[in-house]
């Protein structure tokens, strides 16, 4: 199992580089691992070495509601009777029908859901790829050190792309993934092509970073002055120092960045879960409270100071007049898509356009006040409901709702420090998302998803993995 384990965590930091792996051939090795790993899990779990964990156990409903999404997603590339897709997708339906007139042919009497089965395919093999990694994340992380190193490899790989990122700036090398950068010159990238990507990445990364900080809080009082030195000493040069410099690094790369709402979901959503999780957490140490306040004063005022937060306010402020080749589209051409892109989801209701499809349906909806190309809607809510209509929204919906309720439920019962701070940092990265979704689209990102999919198997963990106390104590 250690084997796996270890396998699943270089994916982990793996993904992220190529390009967060959206491209072909990226997502595809992402893809081919993914299931080798699974297959290796299934395989042992029938030669009786590996067992059905906990976690796993908790997490039923969420991987059954995964389930449904993928195999709807797969139904949507299926051939159906003519009758069934008119019934689910009038619109779909009419496509079909004027493409088979214009054509003189007659209308198939077989069709599909999707008006992009390629397209869907892909979404399809990608989507696999997460469920796989958050069945693995419940299934592997079965001891508190697995989950401490997991959540420590997840802090390493953030750290990694905010090095790569500021270097690339502060130096002026600009080089992505070893292709110098043609877009976001003069913006933190790391080795992603669209800088609200990497701050999509840093957020995740900084959330679980910082509900490990909070793990390691507090401790022993120091009554006399040896130990207040070497209390002082542990702090300047032990590991909280060390990860303490990660975060700065990696809110320096996340200013850098530029991105207006990645800034403002990572300050508003630690403003939020830092105030419910004091509410919720029990006998919750000081050092938590002057913890997260340093999160706000000292990133912010300082570290902001320094590097730029006042560029990305002046951003927000601000309208951008052009768009570049990557899809990263002025504010008010996002108000355009966005209402474009309900009108589409309206047309495609209930059964959605096919996952995956969005840039090729959207042409139709397109006008030409809108500058450049726009491959997806820029926000993540309005692209699953047209892609993947209601099973899709409501599946995936339900799945953060009870990953979010697991999170916020060990924060108020559990006593583990460790499980405290991962619930904490869990509940951090939910409540990113659930800002950063409404302008944009970091879960059509694999190196986004995937990462997002450990979290949200980090909530069932949080609340349902035993402590080395407890088990020693069963035994």
């Known amino acids: 199992m250690n084997a796996l384990f270890y396998s699943l965590l270089v994916l982990l930091v793996w993904v992220p580089l190529p390009f967060a792996s959206n491209r072909q051939w990226a997502w595809a090795l992402m893809v081919l691992v993914a299931c080798s790993l699974g297959t290796a899990w299934l395989i042992g779990y029938l030669l009786g070495r590996f067992q059905v964990t906990e976690c796993f156990r908790r997490a039923r409903w969420a991987v059954g509601l995964g389930l449904v999404a993928w195999l709807y997603v797969g139904l949507q590339t299926i051939l159906l009777p003519t009758a069934w897709v008119q019934a689910a997708s009038p619109h779909a339906y009419e496509i079909y029908r004027s493409t088979a007139a214009a054509t003189g042919s007659p209308v198939p009497l077989h069709m599909t859901l999707s008006v992009d089965v390629h397209a869907t395919v892909d979404y399809f093999l990608k989507t696999l790829a997460y469920g796989i990694v958050f069945c693995l994340t ?24 905010a090095v790569y990122g500021s270097l690339m700036v502060l130096s ?25 990507h990497l701050a999509g990445y840093l957020n995740l990364c900084l959330a679980v970073g910082i509900g490990l900080m ?43 960045t530029r991105s207006r709402m990645g800034n403002t979901a990572f300050f508003a959503g630690t ?13 919750a140490p000081r050092s938590t409270m002057l913890f997260l306040a340093s999160v706000i004063a000292l990133d912010l005022l300082i570290v902001g100071t320094w590097f730029g937060v006042d560029q990305v ?27 474009r892109s309900l009108v589409l989801a ?111 198997a980090l909530a069932w963990i949080s609340s349902g993995l035993q402590s080395q106390h407890h088990r020693r104590r069963n035994d």
């Open 346 to 456: 309206k047309d495609y209701f209930p059964a959605g356009a096919g996952a995956g499809s969005f840039y090729t349906v959207f042409s139709g909806y397109a006008n030409s006040s809108l500058i450049g190309f726009v491959e997806y809607a820029h926000n993540d809510y309005l692209q699953i409901l047209a892609e993947m209509g209601v099973v899709g929204l409501v599946c995936v919906g339900l799945i953060v709702l009870l990953a979010t309720i697991q999170a916020l439920t060990a924060l108020r019962r559990r006593n583990n420090p460790l499980m405290r701070g991962t619930a904490f940092g869990a509940s951090l990265a939910l409540c990113w998302l659930v800002i950063h979704s409404t302008v944009d689209f970091n879960m059509q990102i694999p190196a986004n998803a995937m990462t997002m999919s450990v979290i949200l």
């Open 214 to 256: 909070i793990a390691k809080l507090g401790g022993e009082e120091a009554h006399t002055w040896r130990q207040r030195i070497r209390s002082l000493a542990r702090l300047l040069l032990g590991e909280k120092a060390r990860l303490r410099i990660y975060l700065i690094i990696m809110v320096i790369a996340l200013v850098l």
């Open 172 to 196: 002026g090398l600009e080089y992505g993934f070893f292709v110098k950068k043609f877009v976001n010159q003069g913006l933190a990238t790391g080795t992603f092509i669209n800088r609200n």
């Open 138 to 161: 419940l299934l592997l992380v079965d001891t508190p050190r697995k989950l401490e190193t997991l959540i420590k490899v997840l802090v390493f790989s953030g750290t990694l792309q």
């Open 271 to 283: 403003l939020i879960v830092g105030t419910l999780g004091l509410l919720l957490m029990r006998n």
């Open 313 to 339: 306010a002046q951003r927000i402020q601000q309208t951008e007049v052009t768009a570049n080749a990557e899809n990263v589209l002025p504010a008010e051409d996002r108000d355009e898509v966005g209402r």
